[in-house]
């Protein structure tokens, strides 16, 4: 290996005192390659296990702890008892070669998809109409759908859910657990100004929902699992709704979620790099502006735009961030990690070619979506 690469593969101690082996960690992907019961298919396995042989820190493709939560075909569901065996299967395979897996725990919230949900039934903070993502869509329908507000009584019961979600890990055998709370899925648009309008508890402090999911989460692992369990927290910093989640809202969520016993915090980004938008913090890297606030209480996993080794070095010596997570590069080539590692950096595959399915070797719902310029990557096509 190029000596310059080896600050990559430096070793990182979690609050909880667990070590992770290097600071690549797998984001979580969706894969659209779940059966259709949200059980763990053969095709899902091997695609996550190859992913994970070489990171320090797994995550799995967001899973959702109830039916009403599902907001993409293939997804793979933490809800019932009865998908513990795939689970179990799941976790073996994730930390077979050493990486500790987590699960990241999901509901979809407006972005649910109504053709997925028990009686094509959608909730929300507060009532709204968005257009269908096609994104996650296999028939890339662009039909309007409605999302109704959901009950105080609902709201209990989704916390709970995902304390339920998170004893079902546990059981499964993995090795902790990341809450979603990015990506416009429903904790986010408790958060969001333009998705929650409530003018109860829940509206005027929309920071409650999300807080009490991770005390719900953090309880569950108290009396479930051992001190060695990990709990993370993603989340988005901005959005460009008006009005929307800005750095400001942030700042406030991040000094919340740091006096949690959480034991890193995700920032979901399509550029690592990126700038704030608007408000008091324009112009300012986030990265930047989240490192300070986090004030070294526990770590921060950054993502977005990271396609060659080169990449993920010029992130990680900002000295803003702990932990760098791939994403569309790591489906674009299983092999990053090894090949940097064996001082194959040059090797390492940044573009998709439509032209080679063998090349990427993706599951083939997945593999599709790519080739239909689904996701924005680099192409060989440069399409």
Same mark, same amino acid.
């Given at each position: 290996?190029?000596?310059?690469?080896?600050?990559?593969?430096?070793?990182?101690?979690?609050? #909880?005192?667990?070590? &992770?082996?290097?600071? $690549?960690?797998?984001? %979580?992907?969706?894969?659209?390659? *779940?059966?259709? @019961? =949200?059980?763990?298919?053969?095709?899902?396995?091997?695609?996550?296990?190859?992913?994970?042989?070489?990171?320090?820190?797994?995550?799995?493709?967001?899973? #959702?702890?109830?039916? &009403?939560?599902?907001? $993409?075909?293939?997804? %793979?569901?933490?809800?019932?008892? *009865?998908?513990? @065996? =795939?689970?179990?299967?799941?976790?073996?395979?994730?930390?077979?070669?050493?990486?500790?897996?987590?699960?990241?725990?999901?509901?979809?919230?407006?972005?649910?998809?109504?053709? &997925?949900?028990?009686?094509?039934?959608?909730?929300?903070?507060?009532?709204?109409?968005?257009?269908? @993502?096609?994104?996650?869509?296999?028939?890339?329908?662009?039909?309007?759908?409605?999302?109704?507000?959901?009950?105080?009584?609902?709201?209990?019961?989704?916390?709970?859910?995902?304390?339920?979600?998170?004893?079902?890990?546990?059981?499964?055998?993995?090795?902790?657990?990341?809450?979603?709370?990015?990506?416009?899925?429903?904790?986010?648009?408790?958060?969001?100004?333009?998705?929650?309008?409530?003018?109860?508890?829940?509206?005027?402090?929309?920071?409650?929902?999300?807080?009490?999911?991770?005390?719900?989460?953090?309880?569950?692992?108290?009396?479930?699992?051992?001190?060695?369990?990990?709990?993370?927290?993603?989340?988005?910093?901005?959005?460009?709704?008006?009005?929307?989640?800005?750095?400001?809202?942030?700042?406030?969520?991040?000094?919340?979620?740091?006096?949690?016993?959480?034991?890193?915090?995700?920032?979901?980004?399509?550029?690592?790099?990126?700038?704030?938008?608007?408000?008091?913090?324009?112009?300012?890297?986030?990265?930047?502006?989240?490192?300070?606030?986090?004030?070294?209480?526990?770590?921060?996993?950054?993502?977005?735009?990271?396609?060659?080794?080169?990449?993920?070095?010029?992130?990680?010596?900002?000295?803003?961030?702990?932990?760098?997570?791939?994403?569309?590069?790591?489906?674009?080539?299983?092999?990053?990690?090894?090949?940097?590692?064996?001082?194959?950096?040059?090797?390492?595959?940044?573009?998709?070619?439509?032209?080679?399915?063998?090349?990427?070797?993706?599951?083939?719902?997945?593999?599709?979506?790519?080739?239909?310029?689904?996701?924005?990557?680099?192409?060989?096509?440069?399409?």
């Amino acid at each position: 290996m190029d000596k310059k690469f080896e600050p990559l593969f430096e070793k990182v101690t979690l609050p #909880n005192k667990v070590e &992770l082996r290097n600071r $690549f960690v797998l984001a %979580p992907l969706t894969h659209i390659s *779940s059966n259709d @019961d =949200g059980t763990i298919s053969d095709v899902e396995i091997d695609h996550i296990e190859k992913r994970s042989k070489d990171v320090g820190l797994a995550i799995s493709a967001a899973s #959702n702890v109830n039916d &009403l939560g599902k907001a $993409f075909p293939g997804q %793979p569901s933490v809800a019932h008892d *009865s998908q513990l @065996d =795939g689970l179990k299967r799941l976790a073996k395979a994730m930390k077979r070669n050493g990486a500790k897996a987590i699960v990241q725990i999901h509901h979809g919230g407006a972005q649910s998809m109504p053709y &997925l949900t028990p009686n094509g039934d959608v909730v929300a903070p507060s009532p709204i109409t968005l257009q269908g @993502d096609e994104k996650h869509s296999p028939s890339y329908e662009k039909e309007e759908h409605h999302a109704r507000e959901i009950t105080q009584e609902e709201i209990e019961h989704t916390i709970k859910a995902f304390g339920e979600a998170t004893r079902r890990v546990i059981e499964a055998g993995f090795d902790g657990v990341e809450i979603h709370g990015a990506n416009h899925y429903l904790i986010q648009q408790f958060v969001s100004p333009y998705y929650n309008r409530r003018d109860d508890e829940w509206g005027e402090n929309k920071l409650k929902f999300p807080l009490e999911i991770v005390d719900e989460v953090v309880n569950t692992v108290k009396t479930h699992a051992d001190e060695n369990f990990i709990v993370g927290y993603r989340f988005s910093p901005e959005e460009p709704e008006t009005p929307g989640i800005t750095m400001e809202i942030t700042e406030e969520l991040v000094k919340h979620l740091i006096e949690k016993p959480l034991d890193f915090l995700h920032v979901s980004l399509m550029n690592v790099h990126a700038k704030t938008r608007e408000g008091k913090y324009q112009g300012e890297e986030r990265i930047k502006l989240l490192h300070e606030w986090i004030d070294g209480r526990m770590p921060l996993v950054g993502i977005g735009s990271i396609f060659t080794a080169e990449d993920a070095l010029e992130a990680i010596e900002t000295k803003n961030i702990d932990l760098i997570a791939l994403g569309r590069e790591i489906l674009l080539d299983h092999n990053f990690i090894n090949k940097i590692q064996n001082g194959k950096a040059d090797e390492i595959m940044s573009e998709f070619d439509p032209y080679r399915k063998d090349n990427h070797d993706l599951p083939p719902n997945l593999w599709e979506q790519f080739n239909k310029g689904l996701y924005s990557l680099p192409r060989t096509d440069g399409k």
